[in-house]
């Protein structure tokens, strides 16, 4: 069945709006060469950008979209990164957007020996907990590595964000903008964390933490 034409003008809107956001995240130093991908859900599928480009120079019209048993339906071939998307859209029936990138400081933690699997960072600032909350570690696996998906499941139910062990992070949201905003808090806090390696550290309190999801109404 062809989509209706509301439909259809909602995807060319997200289907921009990946090329948009891809084009900022290059351009600001987030992610180099083809590295990263971001995908939108879509009412009959979902979209993700395509394997071996640059999210820098997408195309909206090559964009991959997929079904939700992970068969291409339209443009380039995905992402090797699709079962990543496609488990944490399973498991978060709320998220509209994902976005995975291999931003220098997360990366860089996520290669640090003796972190903390359940919680990779300290809250250091409220925005972190507000966008991120926990950040749980998952092991490694290669890249595209079909049982990675398997392992983002036992997670992501509970967290809206995960750092891929020697990989980077992935970052869901309500939307591609809100995700593309948490992913930048977990990069600057990253960012944070390396800088105050060996100098006393501060972080937020667990009546501070409350404090802020009953405030703000975080599920954490």
Same mark, same amino acid.
């Given at each position: ?36 991908? /971001? ?6 599928? &979902? ?15 090559? /964009?991959?979209?997929?079904? &939700? ?57 409220? +925005? ?11 092991? +490694? ?80």
């Amino acid at each position: 069945m062809s989509a209706s034409p509301a439909t259809k003008r909602d995807e060319n809107r997200l289907r921009e709006q990946i090329v948009e956001f891809g084009r900022s995240i290059f351009e600001r130093g987030l992610t180099a060469g083809s590295s990263g991908n /971001i995908s939108v859900r879509l009412d009959d599928g &979902w979209l993700l950008s395509p394997t071996n480009v640059c999210l820098g120079r997408l195309d909206p019209a090559r /964009i991959a979209k997929l079904d &939700w048993t992970g068969r291409l339906i339209a443009g380039d071939p995905p992402s090797k990164e699709a079962p990543l998307h496609r488990a944490m859209y399973e498991e978060r029936s709320g998220s509209g957007a994902i976005v995975h990138l291999h931003s220098t400081h997360s990366a860089a933690v996520s290669c640090m020996h003796g972190l903390d699997c359940h919680d990779c960072l300290p809250p250091l600032t409220p +925005y972190f907990v507000m966008k991120i909350g926990r950040l749980p570690l998952i092991p +490694y696996h290669r890249p595209g590595d079909p049982a990675l998906g398997g392992a983002i499941r036992g997670l992501a139910g509970k967290h809206s964000a995960v750092l891929l062990a020697n990989h980077g992070p992935v970052v869901s949201g309500v939307s591609l903008e809100a995700a593309v905003y948490a992913m930048e808090e977990l990069e600057e806090t990253a960012k944070l964390f390396l800088l105050l390696q060996g100098l006393p550290t501060r972080p937020l309190t667990d009546l501070q933490i409350e404090d802020l999801k009953t405030t703000f109404k975080l599920e954490l």
